[in-house]
């Protein structure tokens, strides 16, 4: 499951990666080339959330390869030809995918972890590792060939299905001859209260995260390149270093919540995140790409315990918990990337990045106070029982 979900998510890191290329080749404004974020960001951040609540009432352990071919299908079509709108829902297509994955495979990937951090770590990880892998990627094929080459991009979707595939039939094998079925909202009577406003509060701090995450994902590239005076390499270099820290800071933070509770690694993370993003701002020169590696930390550790957060809140509605903190307010930090290109357009990129620093503040405030859910337990995963969960206050 975690490598699949690297396969899978080499596609949201990719979008960003191709901003430069398009900017380059096509000549875009930092608005129109944002605007390519936000179409990769808006379906999956609408829709995900409804691939959630069907995840609820069924189990659709076939929507896993399918998914992994949608999302790599729109990426490898995208630099074909040079239509704007004809690249907008190329990326909208591989914002489907990435989104009907996402709630299916948390679901899945819980319910192999047996409620463990660190096995969520993991699975996390994974899709930490491909967000890692798409700025080389993309950088080998397109600046190499140049756009025209987008379909050598859909490769690692062809690793995703199959492994999507394998992880479906030994699922299945394990099961038995029963049909899975998902945990709906008619749970026994063991299962745990949905906590609802803390799970709104859990997902307007998860949507700040994704503001500051996917600005800094969208221009931080070009950014760097401007700041110190390098070429391609340079904005690659520090989206690689943006992404890669991920694998670091998700592993961490599991560990770290293991000692010290959720919640308060989360607060911390905020807080690093804006003495981070104060650093990308203000230093010149090569020390620019330690802050970039801080702010990744600070933006990744909290990631996956925003999941099991999210699932200890809402322990009835465990896909859709996982919808709306993997999807949802993870993906609607793309609808205000326009608006930062528009502002890059107007004064400069330096100025544009200026207003991440907000995001993180209201996060920590919107958590202080927020009390520790109770871990739900893990489903079982003999098939035909009902998931029961542990209560979450």
């Given at each position: 499951?975690?490598?699949?979900?690297?396969?899978?998510?080499?596609?949201?890191?990719a979008?960003a990666?191709?901003?430069?290329?398009?900017?380059?080749?096509?000549?875009y404004?930092?608005?129109?080339?944002?605007?390519?974020v936000?179409?990769?960001?808006?379906?999956?951040?609408?829709t995900?959330?409804?691939?959630?609540?069907?995840?609820?009432?069924?189990?659709?352990?076939?929507?896993?390869p399918?998914?992994?071919?949608?999302?790599?299908?729109?990426?490898?079509?995208s630099?074909i030809?040079g239509?704007?709108?004809?690249?907008?829902a190329?990326?909208?297509?591989s914002?489907?995918?990435?989104?009907?994955y996402?709630?299916?495979a948390?679901?899945?990937?819980?319910?192999?972890s047996?409620?463990?951090?660190?096995a969520?770590g993991?699975?996390?990880?994974g899709?930490n590792?491909?967000?890692?892998?798409?700025p080389p990627l993309v950088?080998?094929?397109?600046a190499?060939?140049?756009?025209?080459?987008s379909?050598?991009?859909?490769?690692?979707?062809l690793?995703?299905?199959?492994?999507?595939?394998?992880?479906?039939?030994?699922?299945?094998g394990r099961a038995?001859?029963?049909?899975?079925?998902?945990?709906?909202?008619?749970?026994?009577?063991?299962?745990?209260?949905?906590?609802?406003?803390?799970?709104?509060?859990?997902?307007c701090?998860?949507?700040c995260?994704?503001?500051?995450?996917?600005?800094?994902?969208?221009?931080v590239?070009?950014?760097?390149?401007?700041?110190?005076?390098g070429?391609?390499?340079?904005?690659?270099?520090?989206?690689?270093?943006?992404?890669a820290?991920?694998?670091v800071g998700?592993?961490?933070?599991?560990?770290?919540?293991?000692r010290?509770g959720?919640l308060?690694?989360?607060?911390?993370s905020y807080?690093v995140?804006?003495?981070?993003v104060t650093?990308?701002?203000?230093?010149?020169?090569p020390?620019?790409?330690l802050?970039?590696?801080?702010a990744?930390a600070?933006?990744?550790?909290?990631?996956?315990?925003?999941?099991?957060l999210?699932?200890?809140?809402?322990?009835?509605?465990?896909?859709?918990?996982?919808?709306?903190?993997l999807g949802?307010?993870?993906s609607?930090?793309?609808?205000?990337?326009?608006?930062?290109?528009?502002?890059a357009?107007a004064?400069s990129?330096?100025?544009?990045?200026?207003p991440l620093l907000?995001?993180?503040v209201?996060?920590?405030?919107?958590l202080?106070?927020?009390?520790?859910?109770?871990?739900?337990?893990?489903?079982?995963?003999?098939?035909g029982?009902?998931?029961r969960?542990?209560?979450?206050?």
């Amino acid at each position: 499951m975690s490598l699949a979900h690297a396969c899978v998510d080499v596609y949201q890191g990719a979008v960003a990666a191709l901003v430069p290329f398009f900017v380059a080749e096509r000549a875009y404004s930092y608005a129109a080339a944002s605007g390519i974020v936000l179409a990769a960001s808006l379906l999956s951040s609408v829709t995900q959330p409804l691939f959630g609540v069907l995840t609820d009432r069924f189990a659709m352990p076939w929507l896993l390869p399918l998914a992994a071919a949608a999302s790599g299908a729109g990426i490898a079509v995208s630099g074909i030809g040079g239509s704007y709108p004809l690249t907008l829902a190329a990326v909208a297509v591989s914002g489907i995918g990435v989104a009907a994955y996402h709630p299916e495979a948390a679901r899945a990937a819980r319910a192999a972890s047996d409620g463990r951090h660190t096995a969520m770590g993991w699975f996390v990880l994974g899709g930490n590792v491909g967000f890692a892998l798409a700025p080389p990627l993309v950088a080998a094929v397109v600046a190499t060939w140049g756009l025209r080459a987008s379909p050598l991009l859909g490769l690692p979707a062809l690793a995703g299905v199959a492994l999507c595939a394998a992880a479906v039939r030994s699922a299945a094998g394990r099961a038995g001859s029963a049909p899975v079925t998902a945990d709906g909202p008619e749970e026994a009577e063991g299962a745990g209260r949905d906590d609802w406003p803390a799970f709104l509060r859990l997902s307007c701090a998860v949507v700040c995260r994704s503001v500051v995450f996917v600005g800094l994902s969208t221009f931080v590239s070009l950014y760097v390149r401007a700041r110190t005076g390098g070429g391609a390499a340079a904005g690659t270099a520090a989206l690689c270093v943006l992404y890669a820290g991920g694998a670091v800071g998700t592993l961490a933070g599991s560990r770290l919540a293991g000692r010290w509770g959720r919640l308060r690694v989360v607060r911390h993370s905020y807080a690093v995140t804006v003495l981070a993003v104060t650093g990308v701002v203000l230093v010149p020169g090569p020390p620019l790409y330690l802050f970039v590696a801080l702010a990744s930390a600070g933006l990744y550790v909290p990631f996956s315990l925003h999941v099991t957060l999210g699932q200890d809140c809402l322990p009835r509605r465990m896909g859709t918990a996982s919808g709306v903190t993997l999807g949802l307010a993870v993906s609607v930090g793309g609808a205000t990337a326009p608006a930062l290109g528009a502002l890059a357009d107007a004064t400069s990129l330096r100025t544009a990045l200026l207003p991440l620093l907000i995001p993180p503040v209201v996060a920590w405030f919107l958590l202080r106070g927020l009390r520790e859910p109770v871990p739900a337990t893990a489903p079982s995963p003999v098939a035909g029982s009902r998931a029961r969960w542990s209560g979450a206050s």
